[in-house]
């Protein structure tokens, strides 16, 4: 009765604690520091869940752990008089299967709660309002809008590589990095090819990046859901200037993408930017123009 009343004595400061700690977090500290507000895609909120929860979990087993640790340490101290060793204890039976269960329902339960995330992120999404085809190539991106413009035949945007020290104060002019439009609470499927040698299209704040595999093409699928300009970069080491492989996204009203479309349409940017563009010789069935031999 007396150890019960303790814990619950012991009970109101730690909750207290708690609430205090927890009302002065940020909304970044809340998010475990990922990049972004939330819901900036329709996967970012179930991934921000993930990470924060499997947190709380991990380092709740490591209070738990240390905790130990230094009761351990001090309550069987070596005190003034003693030789020898201490009872050695072993064949604990509860406490062995007690360290043998729990990480394995940890383990599961990480697995499962993964599994279930990256099942609904990787699930193909038929018929997406928008499709899109994202070329890498050394050291910039293509971008292909599909069934769309005249005789929907598609609009494409060629992007140019970042160029260093264009600014007069030695940054990056921004402004003219290559521009993936979205249309905000549109679904989305984007196909990522590459020219060239592996790349990988990352939006940090979208929580997600997919390799460009020359001769594979791989997909994602997402709604943004969120208006804004995002940065994204090459997240795969392609060469002299892959840190200059940069882009932006910027996902607009339904009225600025139909906008945008047209602009590049009456621009005479009409069709796609295909595999015809390849650079990489080796790849079988590519016709792009070799060197003289
Ligand atoms: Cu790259």
């Not at 990480?103 to 990787?122: C, D, H, R, W, Y």
Request: hydrophobic share 40%; glycine share 8%; net charge positive.
């Amino acid at each position: 009765m007396r150890s019960n009343r303790r814990l619950r004595w012991a009970a109101v400061p730690v909750a207290v604690t708690l609430i205090v700690i927890l009302a002065g977090c940020s909304q970044q500290q809340l998010r475990g520091f990922l990049p972004g507000p939330y819901g900036v895609t329709n996967h970012t909120d179930g991934i921000t869940g993930l990470w924060v929860t499997s947190w709380i979990v991990l380092l709740l087993v490591g209070i738990i752990t240390w905790g130990l640790i230094i009761w351990a340490a001090v309550v069987y101290r070596r005190r003034k008089g003693q030789t020898g060793l201490p009872v050695q204890l072993r064949y604990n039976l509860p406490i062995e299967i007690f360290y043998t269960i729990v990480p394995l329902i940890l383990v599961l339960g990480f697995f499962a709660f993964t599994a279930k995330e990256q099942n609904s992120i990787e699930h193909p999404v038929a018929n997406s309002d928008v499709k899109i085809e994202v070329y890498a190539k050394r050291w910039a991106w293509d971008f292909n809008y599909t069934d769309v413009g005249p005789g929907n035949k598609g609009v494409y945007s060629p992007g140019v590589q970042a160029q260093e020290n264009e600014n007069s104060d030695g940054t990056i002019d921004r402004a003219k990095l290559p521009v993936l439009y979205l249309p905000v609470n549109k679904s989305v499927q984007i196909k990522l090819a590459s020219r060239d040698v592996d790349h990988s299209f990352w939006v940090p704040e979208f929580l997600y990046k997919k390799d460009n595999i020359p001769g594979k093409d791989n997909y994602m699928f997402f709604t943004p859901q969120k208006l804004g300009t995002y940065e994204g970069k090459c997240a795969e080491l392609c060469g002299d200037y892959h840190s200059l492989m940069l882009f932006q996204v910027k996902v607009v009203t339904s009225d600025e993408y139909d906008a945008y479309i047209q602009s590049l349409a009456d621009k005479g940017q009409t069709g796609i930017l295909g595999p015809e563009y390849n650079t990489n010789t080796n790849q079988p069935g590519n016709k792009a123009p070799q060197a003289d031999k």
